[in-house]
């Protein structure tokens, strides 16, 4: 089994629904990201992924989120932006960019958000 993970950050803003406590108000983090990707196989050039195909998908995840309030994104209109549900929502987007490039040979094994230096939240199956 080989595993891969590479990094990417967002700045975006979030506020915490249902929550006591001075999350509730509009506020902004500065999130970085880890996806890890996991296969069996490599493929013909020694790779399991080409980081560079990892950051276009990057690209187009920072292109939803980054200098948004995460609370307007649709995936985040009912349930709060939690680092947990960032973490989530990375996992699920990441996976449906692989499953539409037709990536078979590797898959999404967990996404790691911080929303501070010292506080991470994980998402996998």
Not at 39 to 52: A, H, Q, R, T, V
């Amino acid at each position: 089994m080989y595993e891969i993970s590479a990094k990417f950050s967002i700045s975006s803003a979030h506020f915490l629904r249902n929550y006591e406590g001075k999350c509730k108000n509009l506020h902004g983090h500065n999130w970085n990201i880890t996806v890890y990707v996991r296969g069996c196989e490599l493929g013909p050039s020694g790779m399991l992924i080409d980081f560079n195909a990892l950051k276009k998908y990057f690209k187009i995840i920072e292109s939803e989120l980054d200098h948004a309030c995460l609370n307007d994104v649709d995936y985040f209109k009912q349930r709060n932006p939690t680092a947990e549900n960032i973490s989530e929502y990375v996992y699920n987007r990441m996976s449906d960019l692989f499953k539409d490039d037709k990536i078979g040979n590797a898959q999404i094994s967990k996404v790691s958000v911080y929303e501070t230096q010292n506080c991470e939240a994980a998402y996998y199956r």
